[in-house]
């Protein structure tokens, strides 16, 4: 079966800015694919370039079967570019619509492209919008206009769907309602790419991941794969007052680090050893270790070791 994506030595550059340097990755029919990165690693271009909405500067790109380039292109490629276009849907990070139309004029409105295309009703029963149907889309909240653009991804019945930070500003109930929509949409058949900042969405989500770090893919796997590949197990605990990461004792090569929870976090190939450092030291300083956890290292883990590994490199 031929792959839904397939990307070869992709490059792009704005003057003298490299923003994707050789990329290559490929994505299978009914995959979910996390394509993962930081701000500036060149993910939102390499999109961009898969959508038809950005040419590259090389490599070879096939979505659906076709070159992307070409089917954005004017003229004889126009019958090419409105089958493109009919299979498949996009999930910006953000999209503005027209403030005063209703969400059923706006999913009406932009459904009507589509040769085949999903009735309005379904569409806002799939994301839990009936209730907001005849509400203008200016008096929605951030969650509900998030709700829409889903809507909108899926009004075509889209064989691929881009899918960019699809459930920002959705209470843990929605997004837990999205994650079983795209699961569905998989088990029908459709392909999706997907970038979030969510790490637990992607390890909830993605048969695959890639990481893209200075335009270039510096690990792929299932999260599985990944978080076995970075070994190492995480040690966890709140700082006691008045004591800082320099007081901490030597933990035998890890760097403790501040984490975004406030928590200090080790990572270690020998917890039993940094444990013992750990709380030896703390006994012996009359110090509590509180909310102290040792756990095995999650996809976020491993993503910002890569992260901080390159950046210590770079």
């Known amino acids: 079966m031929t792959a839904a994506i397939v990307v070869r030595d992709l490059v792009k ?10 990329l290559s990755f490929h994505v299978e029919p009914g ?25 590259r500067s090389a490599g070879d790109v096939a979505v659906l079967g076709v070159d992307p380039a070409v089917c954005a292109s004017s003229g004889r490629a126009g019958a090419s570019a409105r089958e493109f276009r009919d299979r498949i849907g996009i999930v910006l990070q953000s999209s503005r619509f027209e403030g005063k139309l209703t969400v059923a004029e706006t999913l009406s409105l932009y459904r009507s492209p589509y040769r085949r295309a999903r009735p309005v009703a379904d569409s806002l029963e799939l994301v839990g919008l009936e209730e907001a149907a005849g509400q203008r889309v200016e008096t929605l909240s951030g969650g509900q206009q998030r709700r829409l653009d889903l809507a909108v991804g899926i009004a075509g019945y889209p064989d691929l769907l881009f899918l960019d930070e699809p459930t920002t500003g959705f209470d843990p109930a929605a997004r837990r309602g999205a994650w079983d929509l795209v ?20 390890e909830a989500l993605a048969g695959r991941v890639g990481v893209i770090l200075g335009g270039k893919l510096v690990a792929e796997g299932t999260p599985g794969e990944l978080v076995a590949a970075s070994g190492s ?10 004591v800082g990461l320099g007081d901490l004792p030597r933990l035998d090569g890890c760097v403790p680090r501040v984490a975004g929870d406030g928590r200090v976090e080790v990572a270690t190939d020998t917890p039993t050893v940094t444990v013992h450092a750990l709380t030896s030291w703390a006994v012996g300083c009359a110090v509590e270790l509180a909310a102290l956890s040792v ?20």
């Not at 003298?16 to 050789?22: Q, S």
């Not at 990165?37 to 959508?51: C, D, F, Q, V």
């Not at 756990?295 to 770079?314: I, N, Q």
């Open 13 to 22: 550059d704005y003057g003298a800015r490299r923003a994707v340097d050789g």
């Open 233 to 242: 197990t995480m040690v966890r605990f709140e700082l006691p007052p008045g």
């Open 183 to 202: 699961r569905s949409l998989c088990a029908d058949g459709t392909t999706v790419l997907l970038t979030s900042h969510y790490l637990d969405e992607v």
């Open 31 to 55: 995959e979910v694919y996390g394509l993962l990165g930081p701000n500036g690693a060149g993910k939102s271009t390499t999109i961009e370039i898969l959508e038809g909405h950005r040419e």
């Open 295 to 314: 756990a095995p290292p999650s996809l976020e883990d491993t993503f910002l070791r890569l992260v901080d590994a390159e950046a210590s490199d770079g």
